[in-house]
């Protein structure tokens, strides 16, 4: 027993110093696999937390996504809180309020959660002038504020800031206001103003402030100044009289003892607001969904830990360090920014699918390769030692005791190597699945194609009739197509949702694109033979001895080498989907860009602005060379002829020849031009009826209806009955032109639209509910920041929203997730291309004695030297063909395939999906480099066998 023990021992060592580089290689493979396993999810995890973090950071230049609203009640008569709890002064309770306040936000939106700025609005009041009012100015209105990060945002240039101290009995309380503010209410500092309240005026006396500083704002890059832009400009109303002054609206800055004083004089209820940082950390994404949940009840928690019963009034009675406060109200704007991240991660986690399954693929299929060149090299040793009695299980044996160890240790080891390249604290887990494969894949092949190889001596192997087996392969082949078009199928019907695992992973649409290459494969392999036999016997035909060989020797090797052409094919198509995707990706977001703003400029406002605060002028020798206003109104229709109701619908008006001056090709412009010619009528009850364009919706319901009486929503202004008729349907291009994007993209999806002219302005009433663009085209060289001027002023509101399209497209391409589809598709695209270069190797060197023998048989014949090189080379020009051209087909029929399941609109926005551009010059490049490292293979494999003069030698005993 021992000594066969110490025989099989030896023969094991044997064997494994005779196979150590393929060992090597496999071991190579194993590792590689392996290692992705541990680091490849949580490399892909960072991009995603990445990305969620420059959402956040993105969002937070424009505000803070949390706020907390309530509202200090105090005893007007005593200046104590209403409570029975001992008077706390509010200039001791609100420097520490917000971060006391977050002590009650739980263990989830706690450590995600800091306190950025509080804010305390006194009393709004009516300005008593004592000083001239800057010309064109008439009444204003002003409101203190005390703002808890306020000095380190400003810079006063004359004067100090508001003292924080009490403000003794009967003193003004400090006031600090901007340089434009002073300058327009004719102030300088020391001087004292009065201040008439609007609450309860009949019983308090006006206030006196003291102008203690004029400061100017300091930007030290954060929000401040975009969240607080009232404390600098003069906002400038529209005069609800034509002619009169414009009203003014002034914000200024107190100190924190202001409200102290001012509640003696009466006033006991003071607006709060407690804005709130998010940082989610390094795992951001897997703790999005949380605090999204938290956000949902923290309402709710607030009440719990600062309220206790209700009063008479059946309100809760809340009480924050002493003082009496009201309900809170949550202001969330953090979850609509979380929801719209996860539904686009999801679609990332899709298309990366692909990529990551393709390279998985192609690297099991390179194990396979490495497992049967291992075997092919050991094929005779293991047939001589089972015709001398070796039996099945003792050969398995001997086979898997040099290759279990090599793969697990190499399993092992990647893992081990894999930890130290993934990053720490991201929202990914290592995939184990991953290396238990890989390993189980080396381990398994190997007792497998073994038994394959020996289970029977090999006469009676070949004495079996090939009908059977060609049965077999018949119904295996069917069924891999039958399994592509099953999942095709399934995957179109299920569309982009569903189908994703709690990893991530959506295994379903990333087995589909695997499915449609293995078929791929099928058919070059069951065609391209065809080919090669026609081709050779054409070339039989024309005499060429060394072409008919070649192809006929490629085309009966066509089987042998499915393998190899299945990693070709799979590199290159997913290299080519990965170039198609990104292309179309940057094609997608010049139009999202176009859509967001509708020209390079845009200044959009919330509610309709009056035609008189409109700049004219803009368009002329500086950076503007085109303008254009649009308003929309939100309207609910009703048929006059069958009372069927339409709501709600996006009324826009704008001038059509504005639009045509600006765009010349604009469909909107073309189908709204013989618009322009329809008067407004009236109808016998005084209503006016407003000639439009409408979906498709509205304009085919006409014939039953007639009219429609359009209702305005939330109406600001007094206006006689209106209908509408349509007179035209708007087609999908101008539904589409961006000039409606602005606009269309504040609507919810589904909106039906009407899109009217601006004489329509005439009789539309204001809403509050609506909104009014100005779209601003630049000239040719414009600087950015002469364009974001000119939009600034375009409209005379309070608030705008001010974008340059070239900066929406830049956030657009440096998005994060967008970035990350890149590189996702680059790294897996240069691993795939390592493993194919060493699956096409090992294929070579496994069929290399065949095609040595071939060219030796042709040697020994007479052939020449430059003959049997131009041989080696042509048996595998066909491979190189046949992988170029299936891996492009490949790349270009999958996103035709995959079809609705297929969505890229959250990485460019717009209206629509984009359209799928082909990158043909990347495609034509990847497509010959694949085939130029087939072509270059071949050749490092003819100079070697030159080198060693194998071509001309024949075996004893061959013929």
């Not at 203190?144 to 003004?172: E, I, M, N, T």
């Not at 038994?451 to 119904?475: I, K, L, M």
């Not at 990104?582 to 176009?594: E, F, K, L, M």
Request: proline share 6%; net charge neutral.
């Amino acid at each position: 027993m021992s000594s066969d023990i110490r025989i099989f021992g030896a023969l094991v060592r044997r064997e494994s110093r005779s196979d150590l580089p393929l060992l090597g290689c496999l071991a190579v493979l194993v590792l590689v696999l392996a290692a992705l396993g541990s680091a490849g999810p949580l490399l892909l995890a960072r991009q995603q937390d990445t990305a969620l973090s420059q959402r956040i950071t993105a969002a937070q230049r424009n505000g803070p996504l949390l706020d907390v609203a309530g509202q200090f009640t105090l005893d007007v008569a005593a200046g104590y809180p209403a409570s029975a709890a001992p008077a706390v002064p509010l200039r001791t309770v609100l420097p520490d309020s917000g971060r006391d306040l977050a002590g009650s936000f739980g263990p989830v939106l706690g450590p995600t959660t800091h306190p950025e700025r509080t804010t305390l609005a006194l009393p709004w009041g009516d300005y008593l002038s004592t000083t001239a009012l800057a010309d064109g100015y008439g009444d204003v209105s002003l409101q203190p504020l005390w703002v808890s990060d306020a000095d380190a945002h400003v810079r006063y240039v004359q004067g100090q800031a508001p003292s924080a101290a009490a403000v003794a009995k009967g003193a003004a309380p400090d006031i600090a206001l901007s340089q434009a503010q002073a300058r327009a209410l004719g102030l300088s500092v020391g001087e004292r103003f009065q201040v008439a309240s609007r609450t309860d005026a009949d019983q308090n006396a006006p206030l006196s402030y003291r102008l203690s500083g004029i400061y100017r704002p300091v930007d030290t890059g954060d929000d401040f100044w975009t969240a607080q832009a009232e404390l600098d400009q003069v906002q400038v109303e529209t005069p609800t009289v034509p002619g009169q002054p414009s009203p003014l609206v002034v914000q200024g800055l107190v100190g924190a003892g202001a409200a102290d004083s001012v509640s003696t004089d009466g006033f006991g209820y003071f607006p709060v607001d407690w804005y709130y940082r998010m940082d989610l950390g390094r795992a951001a994404n897997a703790r999005s969904a949380p605090v999204v949940t938290a956000l949902a009840t923290l309402g709710n928690s607030l009440q719990q830990g600062w309220c206790g019963a209700l009063d008479g009034n059946g309100n809760p009675e809340c009480s924050l360090d002493g003082q009496t406060v009201t309900t809170f109200a949550v202001n969330d704007t953090a979850t609509p920014l979380l929801t719209a991240f996860a539904q686009e991660n999801r679609q990332f986690e899709a298309l990366a699918s692909f990529a990551v399954a393709s390279l998985l693929a192609v690297g099991l299929a390179t194990v396979v390769v490495a497992v049967r060149l291992l075997l092919r090299r050991r094929s005779g040793d293991l047939v001589l030692r089972r015709s001398r009695g070796a039996s099945t299980t003792e050969l398995l044996l001997s086979r898997m005791a040099t290759t279990v160890p090599v793969a697990l240790l190499a399993g092992a080891g990647g893992w081990i190597l894999g930890r130290p390249l993934a990053p720490s604290g991201t929202s990914g887990h290592p995939l184990p699945a991953l290396a238990i494969g890989s390993v189980a894949a080396a381990v398994l092949l190997v007792p497998l194609l073994t038994w394959y190889t020996v289970r029977e001596p090999g006469t009676a192997r070949r004495s079996r009739q090939r009908r059977p087996v060609a049965a077999r392969r018949y119904v295996l082949e069917g069924t891999g197509v039958l399994l592509c078009v099953a999942g095709v199928t399934a995957l179109r019907v299920r569309g982009s949702s569903g189908g994703s695992t709690g990893g991530g992973i959506d295994v379903q649409l990333s087995t589909v694109p695997v499915l449609v290459a293995l078929t791929t494969v099928l058919v070059l392999v069951r065609l391209y033979p065809v080919v090669l036999r026609l081709l050779a016997a054409w070339a039989r035909r024309g005499g060429g001895t060394v072409a008919f060989v070649g192809l006929r020797r490629a085309g009966r090797d066509a089987p042998a080498t499915s393998l190899a052409l299945f990693v070709l094919v799979l590199t290159l198509g997913t290299a080519v989907f990965g170039g198609l995707i990104s292309r179309s990706i940057q094609d997608g977001t010049a139009v999202g860009a176009r859509w967001t703003t509708g020209a390079d400029a845009v200044s959009v406002a919330a509610g309709n602005i009056a035609p008189g605060a409109v700049a004219p002028g803009l368009a002329g020798p500086g950076a503007v060379r085109a303008e254009l206003v649009e308003n929309l109104r939100v309207v609910n229709l009703t048929g006059d002829g069958d009372g069927q109701i339409f709501n709600p619908v996006a009324l826009v008006t704008l001038d059509p020849k504005a639009l045509a001056a600006a765009e010349p090709g604009s469909p909107l412009a073309a189908q709204l031009s013989a618009l322009a010619a329809g008067p407004i009528t009236q109808l016998g009850d005084g209503s006016d009826v407003l000639p439009v364009l409408a979906v498709a919706a509205i304009a085919d319901h006409r014939e039953q209806t007639g009219t429609y009486s359009a209702n305005a929503i939330a109406a600001v202004s007094g206006h006689h009955p209106t209908r509408v008729r349509p007179e035209g349907t708007l087609d999908r291009a101008a539904q589409l032109d961006p000039v409606l994007g602005p606009l269309l993209d504040q609507q919810p999806p589904g909106t039906l639209l009407l899109v009217g002219t601006t004489a329509d302005d005439a009789v539309l009433p204001l809403q509050s509910s609506g909104s009014t663009a100005a779209l601003l085209w630049a000239r040719p060289g414009a600087a950015p920041a002469a364009l974001r001027a000119a939009a600034a002023t375009a409209l005379q509101a309070p608030q705008t929203d001010v974008q340059l399209q070239s900066d929406v497209l830049t956030a657009l391409r440096t998005d994060g997730l967008t970035r990350a589809v890149g590189r996702i598709y680059t790294v897996c695209t240069a691993l795939a291309v390592l493993f194919a270069l060493l699956a096409v190797a090992l294929e070579l060197v496994l069929t290399a004695r065949e095609r040595g023998r071939t060219t030796s048989y042709l040697r020994t014949l007479g052939l020449a030297s430059r003959g049997a090189a131009g041989l080696q080379i042509l048996q595998l020009v066909p491979l190189a063909a046949a992988a170029a051209a299936g891996g492009v087909l490949l790349g270009l029929v999958v996103p035709r395939v995959l079809g609705p399941a297929l969505q890229i609109q959250q990485f460019t926005g717009g209206p629509t999906g984009p359209a799928l551009h082909t990158d043909y010059s990347l495609t034509l490049v990847l497509g010959a480099g694949l085939a130029l490292l087939v072509l270059g293979a071949a050749a490092v494999e003819t100079a070697v066998a030159r080198l060693r003069r194998l071509e001309s030698v024949l075996r004893l005993g061959e013929q």
